[in-house]
């Protein structure tokens, strides 16, 4: 794992989102992914970790991982970056199925849309961005040496759910086939839901990934 690098989930909503906290221990900068709720919470935490968010980096745009981001915006007026397909997930409840749970969750709308292959620079970090359709429209994955920001993509043990509008299994499968299967087992994993893990434990336990490996031998 990068030296510089500090990551810290924080759990939030009945969802229990992982909300990512990064920055660089020397430089105090940092970034915050896939902010879902609590921002009073969020915010209150950045303060006492004493670091200054320059982006907000989002995986994808269902509402359990946007429900916060328009405080962690208020609050330090800086970029939101998403991937290119997914925008309008950010400023349509029906989109980003809250209006399906009888909530209005919304988002001001992206800065910067991303797509396969891009690079960014943001708080001295940089990652390359994978696009990981199929748990959402245009999920993307942002990957900074060997740790990986994956979303809903891929879990300790599973993989996102496709059973909602916007889902499809077959395009998830596909994504994992040739986006996750692909990179190194140090590759350390921080998902959406549930605990941190790495591609090579996922490669060996983890059931999906086991059927692929399987169907392309």
Known sequence: ???????????????????FLVWDAETMRGV??????????LLSRIEK?????????????????IGAVRDIKAAFDIPIYIGEGEEELLIDPAKNLSAAFGLNITSPPADH????GDTIEVAGFTFGILATPGH??????YLHEK????????FMGSIGRTDLPGCDHNLLMQSLSEKILPLDDAVFLYPGHGPATTVGRER????FLLQLQSVNK
């Open 136 to 141: 959402s429209p245009a999920s993307i994955c």
């Open 32 to 41: 915050v992914v896939d902010p879902g709720a609590e921002g009073p919470r």
């Open 1 to 19: 794992m990068s030296k510089e690098m500090q990551v810290e989930p924080v759990v939030v909503s009945d969802y229990q989102e992982n909300t």
């Open 113 to 116: 849309l991303l797509k396969e």
């Open 49 to 65: 970790i004493g670091f200054t968010p320059e982006a907000i980096l989002l995986t994808h745009g269902h509402s359990d991982h």
């Open 147 to 154: 740790i990986m920001f994956c979303g809903d993509v891929v």
């Open 204 to 207: 060996m336990t983890n059931p």
